[in-house]
Each structure stands twice: as structure tokens, then as C-alpha cells.
């Protein structure tokens, strides 16, 4: 005999894909779904875990399980793609806001992360990314000024890469990346739609030419319900 919690499972998965519950509805509660499914409350905690490890719902903390929008954006990992090439794949509707651009000096971390000297400025640029009219991704972007000499809001508004690569012809090459969760800081809440998400994925890359000279550190901070994280491997022999 199939484990009750399976049962349940199944059953409101095919809820889902069939569209008998839509994106963005709430479940009902885990008393609900027990007196509904005539379980143990541990049998519905069970499903819900496997509902939220299988990418199907997110917790919210204070207002229970929300089912996710199945037709998440696809955000490629191993590939160096700029937000306004994504945004072209996507169907929904997309705007990028320049929360701010100015040329400092960079701290130690910025330092040591694009590997400058105490006498060197960098970019520093933040941008919002609103998707379908919520604001989900937080760019934060650092470029090294001697690669970089000019830097305005129109091109950071529009796409960085294109005037690099057209504009000061330089060649992106290759990008070292990293993956962490991290529970949002107060810049995330201010500027992105976190309302009772209690994590955030962060791509960090430091982003090379191809004389291996290292000008860009970024850090992407994504809200966890918007994006599947998707990478292509071969195994090597």
C-alpha cells in the first residue's frame, strides 16, 4: 500500500498541473487539509515537505503554503548571459531601475574581490529587475575604472554588456560563479518584493575578458519562488 502522505502528495500535484489550483493561491491549512485528507497532521506535513522540496509550493512564514508559478523563468548558471538577453526570452513584461551609479573608492571587500590596489575607483551600480510587475531580482554590480572609463544611467539601464562589447570593444570571456542562500539584508527588503520570503538565492561572479583580467564583480540576488537554476553537465571520461 502507497504511504497516505504520497497519496496526498499526488493528488495535489495533479491539482496544480492541471490548473485546478492556480500560482499564487494559498493551501488550506494544515487542519484543513487533515480533517479534508481525514490524516494525522504529521501525514500533511510530510506531503507539504515533499510539495516544497519538489519546486511545487514555498512557506511563507505567517501565511502558510503558496503554490508556485510551475512556468518559473529558467535562469542559465553555466552561461554568461546579460538581464536584457533573458528578458527578451521571457515573455513577461520586463523593466530594469538604475537604483544607483556612482565611482568610488571600494572597500576592502570590493578590493580583494577585483583584486585592485588602494589608489584604484570602481563603478558601483544597483539595479532593480522587475518581472511581470514585481520587482525580484537586486543587481549589484562593481566595475574596475581603468577597464571601464565611462559608465551613464541610460546604458545602465539598458544593458551593460552591449555597450562594453559594442561600444568599448572589449571581449567578456569567462565567469567564475557561486551559489549561496542568504537571508535578505535591508537593501534587498527596501528594493524588492520580499513580503514574507525569509531567504534569497545569490549568484556571485567574478567576470574576466579574455586577457584574463578580472573587471566585474556582481552580485544577483533573486527571490527564491521566480527562477529555476538550470545548468547543462556532460560527464567527462
Known amino acids: ?15 496544480i498541473k492541471h ?3 492556480s500560482p499564487g493561491t494559498l493551501l488550506p491549512s494544515e487542519h484543513e487539509l487533515t480533517e479534508q485528507f481525514n490524516t494525522s497532521r504529521e501525514t500533511i506535513r510530510k506531503a507539504l515537505n515533499l510539495l516544497a522540496q519538489n519546486g511545487y509550493i514555498q512557506k511563507v512564514r505567517g501565511k502558510g503554503s503558496i503554490v508556485i508559478d510551475l512556468s518559473k523563468l529558467d535562469f542559465p548558471i553555466s552561461g554568461l548571459t546579460s538581464f536584457k538577453e533573458l528578458a527578451q526570452k521571457m515573455e513577461k513584461k520586463s523593466k530594469t531601475i538604475v537604483n544607483e551609479l556612482s565611482l568610488l573608492k571600494p572597500d576592502a571587500y570590493i578590493r580583494q574581490q577585483l583584486q585592485l ?35 551613464t544611467e541610460e546604458v545602465c539601464a539598458d ?20 551559489i549561496v542562500v ?10 524588492l518584493d520580499l513580503d514574507g520570503f525569509h531567504n534569497i538565492v545569490v549568484i556571485k561572479n567574478h567576470v574576466y575578458l579574455d586577457d584574463a583580467s578580472l573587471f566585474q564583480y556582481t552580485e544577483s ?8 537554476f538550470v545548468d547543462f553537465a556532460r560527464r567527462t571520461h
Open 182 to 191: 542568504e537571508e535578505p539584508n535591508e537593501e534587498d527588503r527596501d528594493l
Open 159 to 178: 544593458s551593460i554588456y552591449a555597450y562594453l562589447e559594442n561600444e568599448l570593444n572589449l571581449t567578456i570571456s569567462f565567469a567564475k560563479k557561486e
Open 1 to 15: 500500500m502507497t504511504n497516505k502522505y504520497l497519496t496526498i502528495y499526488n493528488h495535489i500535484v495533479e491539482q
Open 117 to 151: 590596489s588602494g589608489k584604484d575607483q570602481v563603478w558601483k551600480v544597483i539595479r532593480t529587475r522587475e518581472i511581470g510587475g514585481e520587482k525580484i531580482i537586486l543587481d549589484r554590480d562593481f566595475l574596475a575604472k581603468k577597464f571601464v572609463p565611462e559608465l
Open 221 to 228: 540576488r533573486h527571490r527564491p519562488d521566480k527562477f529555476r
Open 19 to 21: 490548473g485546478e489550483i
